[in-house]
């Protein structure tokens, strides 16, 4: 289950990084994993590739998400999809970093905090939802924001998707187009939604969210979880030579 919009928030904070640019014939990305010794280009380049997913497995807490009839918990099942994810991930050589490790319900402003510390970083936030054809997946971007900045250049905090959503949708199109070989009847394509928890995020971020908790049984959701994960991952290593954030000139390595 995917959280709408509340109302907004009034905090404002820097954005993290500088403005991405999408650039599909950049090679920079590969300049810092070639196994050469270490040349301040090859730091810098790969300082400023894709290096780190992170993952968010919704929900938490006192927060269940969806509920099916048969006792399925949505918090309870996307921790047990996110260990699989991030397994695939770190094969594909992928950095891991979750915002939740149990069963805790960190705020969203928390876990949008833990994507936007990291430098060279993607978002993943994990759903089983309530809805849909079961043994299907849809991604998620989130809806077209409008960027603005205040007087001081500060993009406001919930805003800080915006710079993002191209290099989002870019991201998950092709996590969805993986998803879409492997489970018949999901969508081509991501779709737009107002997600909350992307909203605040400053980095390329999609929603994942897996058809449903009505199953009678919970093996059927478990069947789909090495699914779901490999393809995140390929999608992850296709999206990375498109991501190319600009290192500031000065900025401390
Ligand atoms: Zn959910």
Do not use: C
């Amino acid at each position: 289950m995917v959280s709408p919009f509340p109302a907004p928030s009034q905090s404002q904070q820097p954005a993290a990084g500088a403005t991405p640019s999408a650039s599909p014939s950049a090679s920079s990305s590969q300049g810092g994993v070639s196994g050469s010794l270490a040349s301040p280009f090859g730091a810098q380049a790969q300082q400023a590739g894709l290096n780190i997913v992170v993952l968010d497995p919704a929900h938490g807490g006192t927060d269940p998400g969806a509920r099916g009839t048969g006792g399925i918990r949505e918090s309870e099942l996307v921790l047990d999809f996110v260990i699989q994810v991030r397994r695939a991930l770190e094969l594909q050589g992928f950095q891991v970093v979750q915002t939740r490790q149990g069963n805790e319900n960190p705020s969203f402003d928390d876990r949008s905090a833990t994507a936007n510390a990291q430098r060279g970083a993607v978002f993943v936030s994990l759903h089983i939802s309530s809805t849909g054809l079961p043994g299907t997946v849809r991604v998620y971007v989130n809806s077209d924001l409008p960027p603005v900045a205040d007087s001081n250049g500060l993009i406001p905090w919930d805003r800080a998707q915006a710079p993002f959503l191209g290099l989002s949708k870019t991201f998950g199109d092709l996590v969805q187009g993986f998803l879409t070989q492997r489970f018949k009847g999901s969508p081509d394509a991501a779709q737009t939604a107002s997600v909350r928890q992307l909203r605040t995020t400053a980095a390329p971020a999609i929603a994942v969210e897996i058809s449903s908790v009505t199953v009678e049984d919970r093996a059927d959701l478990d069947r789909m979880a090495p699914g779901v994960a490999d393809a995140v991952a390929r999608g992850a290593a296709a999206f990375k030579p498109s991501y190319v954030v600009p290192n500031s000139p000065g900025a401390l390595p």
